[in-house]
């Protein structure tokens, strides 16, 4: 599974955002879909993660409550609906998945995941 995640640009604090994680199979259906992020001179961190049938969500909770992670299997997509945006959340965002049938709490860490795309920046100004 190829993955490709856009939408990222520069947005004022407080404003929104809208990624996207697009996968190249179908089975993408099976898999579970976390994103991460990375900040400049920091470890990428965990942000969130939906399961394979999307009924199934959890989020770090520096962005819990303003971070919404959706899906649509028929497109091959997972969106990560960002908004109240502040400026810590500037990183390098990238989405990953995996085969399984595991939910949240077990998917929070990288080595969850098998399958990584190239991230999109994502700058918030103060």
């Known amino acids: 599974v190829q993955l490709q995640a856009s939408g990222g640009g520069l947005v004022r604090a407080g404003g929104s955002l809208r990624l996207s994680c697009v996968a190249s199979?179908?089975?993408?259906?099976?898999?579970?879909v976390g994103w991460f992020r990375q900040a400049p001179g920091k470890e990428r961190e965990f942000v969130g993660t939906?399961?394979?049938?999307?009924?199934?969500?959890a989020y770090a909770d520096s962005v819990k409550g303003r971070f919404t992670i959706s899906r649509d299997n028929a497109k091959n997509t997972v969106y990560l609906q960002m908004t109240s945006l502040k400026p810590e959340d500037t990183a390098v965002y990238s989405c990953?998945?995996?085969?399984?049938?595991?939910?949240?709490?077990?998917?929070?860490?990288?080595?969850?995941?098998?399958?990584w795309g190239q991230g999109t920046l994502v700058t918030v100004s103060s």
């Open positions: 199979r179908r089975a993408f259906s099976e898999h579970a």
């Open positions: 939906i399961s394979r049938n999307g009924k199934n969500t």
């Open positions: 990953a998945s995996t085969r399984t049938i595991l939910t949240a709490p077990h998917l929070t860490r990288e080595y969850d995941y098998n399958y």
